[in-house]
């Protein structure tokens, strides 16, 4: 759904939309779209799409936000060069604020693309392949030995297991 004048996006392909915007024509300082979309990022290290922007010059910086109950989350991202799709990872960390009030990151209903005009030309943008980063890090269970300071079944190995147990937390 685009926002204000926006023009709207097409659907290229799966997962894939383009739009043609004309920024001399738009009143709006942006051009923005709206996607609906359910997700749950609470165990997720962020977010991971494809981006396309055949003028890069015609915007001066680019957003991505997730709307949450009734307030955004959002975080600034730069393709990297014209007319080519650049696949774009933001971390949950990334997103360095919070409009209205959010309902958390387990709740995220929409996302929203902001193309701020900075020129008055035209420019083709696009997203597609918005995928979740899931949590890179092995899951690991810490057991310490404790108990075996008390326990004089152990003697003398009661140390070794406390600084064991304590260089690998």
């Not at 939309?17 to 004309?22: G, M, S």
């Not at 008055?120 to 997203?127: M, N, R, S, V």
């Amino acid at each position: 759904t685009p926002m204000h004048d926006t023009p709207k996006v097409q659907r290229v392909a799966s997962g894939k939309f383009l739009a043609n915007v004309d920024f001399g024509k738009i009143k709006s300082p942006r051009a923005s779209w709206d996607f609906n979309i359910k997700m749950d990022l609470r165990r997720e290290v962020g977010l991971e799409f494809d981006f396309f922007c055949s003028d890069t010059a015609q915007c001066s910086t680019y957003n991505i936000y997730l709307k949450s109950g009734k307030g955004w989350y959002y975080a600034v991202f730069s393709p990297r060069e014209d007319s080519r799709w650049h696949r774009i990872r933001v971390d949950k960390s990334d997103f360095s604020g919070m409009e209205g009030k959010v309902a958390g990151w387990g709740k995220i209903d929409a996302v929203r693309i902001s193309c701020w005009r900075f020129g008055y030309e035209q420019a083709k943008i696009g997203i597609a392949e918005l995928d979740c980063v899931d949590v890179s890090a092995p899951q690991v269970c810490v057991v310490r030995g404790d108990s075996c300071a008390t326990n004089t079944k152990y003697g003398s190995e009661c140390p070794v297991f406390g600084k064991f147990s304590s260089i690998t937390a």
